[in-house]
């Protein structure tokens, strides 16, 4: 991959962000906007998308009791999956990087065009509110914000980073060399937009996430590449019902 497919370098300064044109800001936007909605396009569906959220979560009981104590959340569907870089478990990037570019097409199109650009001008909006669950069903309250030198999505909070890292033993398992496959799944709920400043209207209610992470050796999954999203192919036959031969 190149530079872009890699979200864990210092950020680029914002003092050129024209802070005194807000008409000129606005187009940047539109332009990132409609950039972030044509990486859709040109690609195959990527194969994550083929994931069941049962079939992944049929020991996560705290998880999916959480998820049925928000009344009328839909199902989650895999937006997102890829092996974890070792280097996301340095705690001092104080985020997590979930997708970029056309790894994060199904990111995007997950969102309304509110929530796109609450995401896009963080500097004004602070970023959208997406609520994390983890296997555990523990909760998050991260920032989604767009990384516009690297094109990445990030799931930023310092203090709830390290307590999300912390709870999964992210660090822990990297340290001891571990490979972690990590899947992020969207739903949403009219339960999680209680309380918040709704920056656009959706019928299924407020955007959540659950992120999942898997050992690659533990867990029997294999280092083939499946395709540009990283998903192995093992790691779809354990997910994925097996079919007759001669089907695809």
Avoid at 125 to 149: H, I, Q, S, W
Wanted: aromatic residues 10%; proline residues 5%; glycine residues 10%.
């Amino acid at each position: 991959m190149g530079q872009a497919s890699s979200d864990l370098s210092p950020p680029v300064p914002r003092e050129w962000y024209p802070a005194k044109s807000p008409e000129k800001w606005a187009n940047t936007i539109a332009v990132w906007k409609a950039e972030l909605r044509a990486f859709g396009a040109g690609h195959a569906p990527a194969n994550y998308l083929k994931l069941k959220f049962d079939d992944v979560c049929g020991g996560c009981e705290a998880l999916l009791a959480q998820l049925a104590a928000l009344d009328a959340a839909t199902t989650p569907t895999c937006v997102y999956a890829k092996k974890l870089p070792g280097a996301q478990a340095d705690l001092r990037h104080g985020r997590l990087s979930i997708g970029g570019k056309h790894l994060g097409r199904d990111i995007t199109a997950a969102l309304t065009d509110g929530e796109l650009d609450a995401i896009i001008d963080d500097d004004r909006t602070g970023g959208l509110d997406v609520p994390v669950f983890d296997r555990e069903g523990r909760r998050y309250e991260f920032k989604c914000v767009y990384a516009e030198d690297t094109g990445f999505y990030r799931l930023a909070g310092a203090a709830e980073y390290r307590r999300f890292m912390a709870d999964n033993n992210v660090v822990r398992d990297v340290e001891l060399g571990k490979e972690l496959f990590m899947e992020v799944w969207a739903f949403r709920s009219p339960v999680l937009q209680k309380g918040k400043n709704l920056v656009d209207d959706h019928p299924d209610g407020a955007l959540g996430m659950v992120i999942l992470f898997f050992d690659l050796d533990a867990d029997g999954l294999g280092d083939e590449l499946f395709d540009d999203d990283s998903l192995t192919i093992k790691h779809i036959l354990r997910h994925y019902p097996k079919v007759s031969e001669g089907y695809e």
